[in-house]
Nanobody, 122 residues
Framework: QLQLRESGGGMVQAGDSLRLSCTASGRGISAYTLAWFRRTPEKDREFVARIATITLTQGYADSVKGRFSISREDLKNMWYLQMSNLKPEDTAVYYC???????????????WGRGTQVTVSS
């Protein structure tokens, strides 16, 4: 079993940057696709970014492409979401997730953190 915990959320202004971290415990993450999702009161949980194992291929939602960057440090059992040029519409609870398949669907991910709030003011 993997236990995941997000950190790094907070309140920022539009145009600012923020880095989210996800720390895993219980087992190593090297075999997992790692991802970030987000949820707002108006929207269901939506895909933000993912990073593959071995190839480190990355994938992003169109809404964050060019502004967000996902990375991983398997030896530390951690992964990150670097967010730049933040917009008010990025305001959400952000969740890290780990799964065995290369997918944008949240039901493909078996392990989830509890979420961290990111609030972007205009």
């Amino acid at each position: 079993q993997l236990q995941l915990r997000e950190s790094g959320g907070g309140m920022v202004q539009a145009g600012d940057s923020l880095r989210l971290s996800c720390t895993a415990s219980g087992r190593g993450i090297s075999a997992y696709t790692l991802a970030w999702f987000r949820r707002t009161p108006e929207k269901d949980r939506e895909f933000v970014a993912r990073i593959a194992t071995i190839t480190l291929t990355q994938g992003y939602a169109d809404s964050v492409k060019g502004r967000f960057s996902i990375s991983r440090e398997d030896l530390k059992n951690m992964w990150y979401l670097q967010m730049s040029n933040l917009k008010p519409e990025d305001t959400a609870v952000y969740y890290c997730a780990a799964g065995r398949s290369w997918s944008k669907d949240d039901d493909s991910y078996n392990y989830w953190g509890r979420g961290t709030q990111v609030t972007v003011s205009s």
